[in-house]
């Protein structure tokens, strides 16, 4: 072959090889680029920038570094051209160290090269190291260009830097890349991201034109920063406009839907989503399943999760989040295991989720394999999973747990302390409250209103009315927090279990926030136990004003006014609330047993063990008479003769899984319940009694505090 064809047959390859590149067919370029190779033509240097080019388009870090050998050994010409495209090359396919070898040995640097660097500090998380390159490219005096301009702005949202990014925009300004859509874009993107949505809204405004993401990224600024009604109105703009959205921008309005808890709005994204057809993407659906879940629509979340085509952990996740909060945490623990079978990895959020769902159920075993695999992964020095944990194990019943993670724990936040506190809370452990808040004041820690209602929390179940009042005073004038619904309730309940009634109601009364039951029954609860009929009376009627369909209301009043010995009151109100159709909340009662969580309720006849069950109530009721147990039947159905009612007391959820507890686990083992209401008075006694008999601890959980029967005593010391 006469040495001008050749020539003339490269020509043609490096022309085709850089077409397929700038065509976006980067595997073409390759296949080309070896088919040459094989018809035995030397590659020279304007083969190697096109093949470079794609190895980067593969994101192909093993090819690009064999063709950069054999770029040495062919003893081509390194100019910037070639040196521009193996730093890109590098930095595209995330080994910087690469780059910045070639980098150093350039001769000479132009913009593109300096671009190159940035965008491969930015792409690999290190947008410091980004914006320090800039400063550099400035001081070698290459000017930057738009890409630049994107590049560093990226870098300065990355990093959350306001300052920085100010600095930048004024650049931008002088350099007159301003009016370029994608640096507009950028500067949007930049300001929403760094918390400053005004001057995205001015930069927005100014621009001459925008694009999807311009619009995509204000949306999600004002989503960001909490103004999900303000994201809504611009994306009708933006369809007024006619911008098509995309992916990213239905990911930012179903964020928007479902920080409103707008399910109307969700229904409608979701059917342009439909038609633009982007519900199978993954990121989409996992945000649409999100939406659902938390605007309470767990059954379109579960038409959505059923339908997607594939889904990953953050769909999982949001399943798991949203069965926890309508209260459905079994079903989140069966979709964490379903999870894990079909091979998806939880996140610490999915864990956070986990442990939530194990606290409402009381499901220690459950939450400690939890723990286990968050130790595997070290999660648990994060501070956001490790708070959970200590809640977990608060919420289980077990403080010892609860205390062990938190006095690892490396650093602890606001949320952290305030676990510990509600714990400290719920089991009555009032000094220890009072303790540790003081620990956690030294230690600089801030407290927040919810540590406060944890406080006075804390105080009321221990008695401790003195104290009480001290850090609600001190709350108000030392923090500067005003009080709320949840403080007035924890006031009205310590000063009314103290007997202190009468300041308890001025103290509803001159409550400057809307009126609500959560207070008066707080104080209707202390008439029952002080057995002050004419203040019970008046509060019921208050009660009822606010809220006719509140049954507990009914059932205290007519409590007090069993316990004040007179039935027929009693009875009476019993048939007003079933005459206004009130129904009473069905009481239920989870145990886990050998790491299966149980259900039950009133009466339940759909257990397996069923007739266990009701053998060891039997054997349980001998005993406990032996012992001087007389059943309490004035808190059952009161329209019912004696003898049955004394059968539905022995039917009480909780009793049913007290008996599934002892007949599944072996002598000595501790019980761990959870009740969703309060324990009823005869239920209390009876626990009492049944710790005793069988030599067992008891825990349990009602609504408001944690129940430790041992030997015949409660821990609650009648404050519950
Ligand atoms: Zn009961
Ligand atoms: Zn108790």
């Not at 300052?163 to 370029?180: A, L, M, T, Y």
């Not at 606001?414 to 230690?443: N, P, S, Y």
Request: charged share 20%.
């Amino acid at each position: 072959m006469a040495p001008g064809t050749v020539q003339l047959n490269i020509f043609a390859w490096n022309q085709k090889l850089t077409k397929y590149v700038k065509e976006g067919q980067p595997e073409k370029t390759m296949q080309l680029f070896q088919q040459m190779q094989q018809e035995g033509i030397s590659p020279n240097e304007f083969t190697f920038v096109p093949v470079i080019n794609a190895c980067a388009g593969l994101g192909a870090l093993e090819d690009g570094r064999l063709v950069h050998e054999q770029l040495i050994q062919s003893g081509c010409k390194f100019d910037v051209f070639v040196g521009n495209s193996l730093v890109d090359m590098y930095a595209k396919c995330g080994s910087i160290e690469d780059a910045w070898r070639v980098f150093n040995r350039m001769p000479s640097r132009d913009v593109v090269t300096w671009n190159a660097m940035i965008l491969g500090q930015v792409k690999c998380g290190q947008g410091q190291k980004a914006l320090e390159l800039f400063q550099e490219m400035e001081q070698e005096g290459v000017w930057p260009n738009a890409v630049t301009f994107m590049a560093v702005l990226n870098a300065c949202a990355s990093v959350v830097s306001l300052q920085e990014g100010r600095c930048v925009h004024e650049k931008v300004i002088q350099s007159g890349c301003e009016s370029d859509i994608f640096v507009g874009t950028s500067l949007v993107d930049m300001y929403a991201k760094c918390g400053s949505i005004e001057d995205a809204q001015r930069v927005f405004n100014k621009m001459p034109s925008r694009n999807v993401v311009t619009w995509t990224a204000i949306i999600l600024g004002y989503v960001k920063c909490g103004q999900g009604q303000k994201a809504l109105d611009l994306f009708q703009e933006m369809k007024q406009e006619g911008v098509h959205p995309n992916a990213f921008t239905f990911v930012a309005v179903l964020n928007a839907c479902a920080s409103l808890v707008a399910l109307e709005d969700g229904r409608c994204a979701h059917e342009q989503i439909i038609q633009s057809g982007c519900e199978s993407d993954v990121f989409v659906g996992s945000s649409l399943v999100d939406m659902y879940a938390k605007c309470g629509s767990i059954e379109d979340a579960w038409r959505v999760f059923n339908k997607m085509p594939c889904r990953d952990v953050v769909t999982w996740t949001a399943m798991i989040l949203g069965h926890v909060k309508c209260q459905q945490a079994q079903k989140a623990l069966e979709l964490f295991r379903q999870m894990q079978w079909e091979g998806v990895w939880p996140n610490s959020v999915t864990f956070v989720g986990v442990l939530n769902a194990c606290a409402s159920v009381v499901a220690l075993e459950e939450g400690r394999c939890a723990h286990e695999q968050i130790i595997e992964r070290g999660w648990d020095s994060d501070v956001f999973v490790g708070s959970s944990l200590v809640d977990m194990y608060a919420k289980c019943g077990s403080m010892e747990d609860a205390w062990k993670v938190f006095n690892k724990m490396r650093s602890r936040d606001v949320v952290t302390w305030t676990a510990i506190l509600g714990g400290c809370a719920m089991h009555g452990h009032g000094k220890d409250a009072l303790q540790h808040f003081e620990r956690m004041c030294e230690e600089g820690v801030e407290p927040n209103d919810v540590t406060f209602v944890c406080l006075l929390s804390a105080c009321s179940h221990a008695g401790l009315v003195d104290e009480g009042m001290h850090c609600y005073t001190s709350m108000i004038t030392d923090y500067m927090i005003s009080a709320q619904l949840e403080h007035y309730t924890c006031m009205v309940d310590l000063l009314g279990r103290a007997g202190h009634l009468q300041e308890a109601e001025n103290m509803i009364m001159a409550m400057p926030c809307e009126p609500h039951v959560a207070p008066w029954m707080a104080l209707l609860g202390a008439c029952r136990i002080h057995g002050n009929v004419e203040m019970g009376e008046r509060v019921a009627k208050q009660i009822l004003e606010l809220d006719p369909e509140n049954s507990a209301g009914y059932v205290l009043l007519s409590n007090i006014y069993a316990a004040a010995g007179n039935m027929h009151l009693s009875e009476n109100v019993e048939q007003q609330r079933k005459e206004r159709g009130v129904k009473k909340q069905p009481g239920r009662t989870w145990i886990e047993v050998n790491n299966e969580v149980h259900t039950f309720v009133v009466d339940d006849q759909d257990h397996p063990q069923m007739i266990e069950i009701r053998a060891e109530l039997q054997r349980l009721s001998g005993l406990m008479h032996d012992a001087g147990y007389v059943p309490d039947t004035n808190f059952v159905l009161h329209d019912v003769e004696e003898e049955e009612k004394l059968f539905h007391l022995c039917h009480h959820s909780e009793k049913l899984a007290i008996a599934l507890g002892l007949i599944n686990t072996p002598p000595g083992t501790p019980l761990r319940i959870r009740k969703n209401l309060r324990v009823c008075e005869d239920c209390h006694t009876s626990a009492k009694f049944i710790s005793k008999v069988v030599g067992r601890a008891i825990m349990l959980r009602d609504v408001n505090r944690f129940h430790h029967f041992e030997d015949g005593i409660c821990s609650c010391m009648g404050y519950w």
